[in-house]
Each structure stands twice: as C-alpha cells, then as structure tokens.
C-alpha cells in the first residue's frame, strides 16, 4: 500500500483564490481525519469522517472551510476565500475503527502559502 | 471534548541520559494511549501505544506507562541519541470510529550531542 496520498505537497496562491487539498486514505481505513498545524495552535483537528460521513466538523475554523468525502477512497478539503492566516500544514490521516485498531496513518502533508 | 496537556513543552537531555514526557487527560472513557513522533519536517508517525487494560509496554529504548486513576500516561526514552530529536505527541482517544482523536500540545525533545 502507499500509504495516505495527499496533493498538492505545496501550494503557493494569492489571498481571495479558492484552495484545494486532496487526500486518498488507505484502502480499508474507515475513518478519515483533517489536521491543521501551525507553530502557533499546534496540531488543529478540522474534521473527521467515519464511513464517508462527516462525524464532528467543530473544528472548521469558519464558513470559508468545507470539507467533502465522496467514497471511501476519496477526500477534499476546500478554502474559498483563502486568506494569509491559513497559511499551514495541512495533514490527512485515516485509520480503521475496528475492534483493537486505532493507529492513525498520516499524509506526507500539504504546504498552504497564502499571499 | 478531550482536553489533552503535555509536559514539558520543550526538553534538553544529554545523549545517553532519558527523557520522560508526561499527557495528562480528561474523558474517563479513554482506552488507547499511543505516542507519535514527528521528526522536522515530517509526518506524525506511531512509535509506541498501550490499551487501557495494560499498565506498561516497552519496545527497545521506549516505553510508555499508564495511570488511568489518575488520568496520565508517560513516554520514556532511555540511552537517548541524537536522532530522537523531535516534537512528540499524544493523542489518547476511546475505541471506535465516533472518537475524536485529539492530539496534545507536543514536547519538543533536543537531544545534545
């Protein structure tokens, strides 16, 4: 396995451009984290999935965040409008929620700049 | 929702000395202790973990303990080297997948050459 993919590694746009970051988990993990971390706040869960469907979204900073799981091998993160402070790290992690099983599985990550 | 707290924020050793990093808790309902390591620039990743029906687990130089009663568990480092220089976490959270994994504030761990 590849482990959790996530896109773009890095990603360099201007304040007011919508963002997306991409995650691909591991085939058979049925839960589906998103992180934010920054010097400052540390490491932010966002929001989290269990079988596709968006369990505690308490996380998301405000409206401008919107996060998407369509099926199970795919999910979005999504800013519109970005602005300098989202400026981060972006990570995925997924895991299987079974009996005994929590490890989480992180991303590579998504490098945020916001101009 | 789980509030999580590690101490210290920051560690200095010497190489070859050990480092302990405590997570103080608060849902009752937690059963699963694990410790994740992120070396700059990197992924969080797993090093070690415990259940909540276990008291210590140890793998090589690392070993983690766990005080239910009183809600904390401890990541120890024993003949510390140089490449254990990293922020680790943890991240203590309840069985199943309707469990919010909260990470805690992270110690940064310098080990001195």
């Known amino acids: 396995d590849a482990g959790v993919i996530q896109s773009p590694r890095h990603e360099v746009t201007e304040m007011g451009q919508e963002v997306t970051l991409r995650c691909k988990p591991i085939?058979?993990?049925?839960?589906l984290f998103w992180y934010r971390q920054t010097m400052m706040r540390g490491l932010e869960l966002l929001i989290y999935?269990?079988?596709?469907?968006?369990?505690?979204d308490s996380g998301m900073p405000e409206d401008r965040f919107s996060a998407k799981m369509p099926n199970a091998s795919f999910s979005t993160l999504k800013i519109q409008p970005s602005e300098p402070r989202d400026s981060a790290v972006y990570f995925c992690?997924?895991?299987?929620?079974?009996?005994?099983?929590?490890?989480?599985?992180f991303g590579a990550g998504s490098r945020l700049t916001v101009l | 929702g789980e509030n999580v707290e590690q101490h210290p924020s920051t560690l200095s050793v010497q190489e070859g000395d050990s480092a302990v990093i405590k997570c103080t808790y608060s849902?009752?309902?937690?059963?699963?202790f694990p410790w994740y390591k992120q070396e700059l620039g990197k992924r969080p990743q797993l090093i070690i973990d415990?259940?909540?029906?276990?008291g210590e687990k140890k793998d090589q130089r690392i070993a983690v303990t766990l005080n239910k009663t009183a809600k904390h568990f401890s990541l120890h480092i024993t003949e510390t080297q140089p490449e254990d220089s990293a922020v680790y976490f943890c991240?203590?959270?309840?069985?199943?997948?309707?469990?919010?994994?909260?990470f805690g504030t992270g110690t940064k761990l310098q080990v001195i050459p």
């Open positions: 992690a997924s895991s299987f929620s079974g009996s005994g099983a929590n490890v989480l599985t």
């Open positions: 085939s058979g993990h049925n839960s």
């Open positions: 999935f269990n079988n596709n469907v968006p369990i505690d």
């Open positions: 849902d009752s309902a937690s059963n699963y």
């Open positions: 415990i259940r909540s029906n276990v």
């Open positions: 991240a203590p959270r309840g069985n199943g997948g309707y469990q919010k994994v909260t």
